[in-house]
T-cell receptor
């Protein structure tokens, strides 16, 4: 099966500019995640969608970050305005199951590397 | 959320076994132990998971201590392609629609030819 697709792979912007990332999860996967990975650290969950509803956005800086998942499939993550500390890799992941399940493997995309100058 | 502790880095020789340790002394009865790895310039990928019993799959083995306060990921014969950051994660499947993954610093494994 095709993996999780993300675009763009790289983006360079200046601070205070806006940027958007796109994710296409594996077909049929109900749950979609956005993670932020700062250099040298493990990924940190920003937001989790179950179909097109938000399950967890407790770590999303809502004053500048927004995300949506239209029709429960593709998703976009937006930053407006960007700050220097937003420089990171933004990873999208998806998993098949909905509801609690012991086996809920997450499949990750290659990520988008954002550099804010 | 229960925390895990892993060494920052480890070295291995190619074709030798590797034992990657993880301490999780505050693990709860409903936490599953998951391992993911992240190869350079890629997203993380699932390796293995378990609850109480030791587990084997095509990638690795997971040995879980009897008191569940620690576990060890075993790569039976390391290859150069196994060089990656390995994350040990505790996940409660009954939390937040399947339980979110909380990544720590992980262990950076380097494999020497």
């Amino acid at each position: 099966e095709a993996g999780v697709a993300q675009s763009p792979r790289y983006k360079i912007i200046e601070k205070r500019q806006s940027v958007a990332f796109w994710c296409n999860p594996i077909s049929g996967h109900a749950t979609l995640y956005w993670y932020q990975q700062i250099l040298g650290q493990g990924p940190k969950l920003l937001i989790q969608f179950q179909n097109n509803g938000v399950v967890d956005d407790s770590q999303l800086p809502k004053d500048r970050f927004s995300a949506e998942r239209l029709k429960g499939v593709d998703s976009t993550l937006k930053i407006q305005p960007a700050k220097l500390e937003d420089s990171a890799v933004y990873l999208c992941a998806s998993s098949r199951t909905s509801g609690s399940s012991v086996y809920n493997e997450q499949f990750f995309g290659p990520g988008t590397r954002l550099t804010v100058l | 959320d229960a925390k895990t502790t892993q060494p920052n880095s480890m070295e291995s020789n190619e074709e030798e076994p590797v034992h990657l340790p993880c301490n999780h002394s505050t693990i709860s009865g409903t936490d599953y132990i998951h391992w993911y790895r992240q190869l350079p310039s890629q997203g993380p990928e699932y390796v293995i998971h378990g609850l109480t019993s030791n587990v084997n799959n095509r990638m690795a083995s997971l040995a879980i201590a009897e008191d569940r306060k620690s576990s060890t990921l075993i790569l039976h014969r390391a290859t150069l392609r196994d060089a990656a950051v390995y994350y040990c994660i505790l996940r409660d499947p009954h939390y937040n629609q399947g339980g979110k993954l909380i990544f720590g610093q992980g262990t950076e494994l380097s494999v020497k030819p």
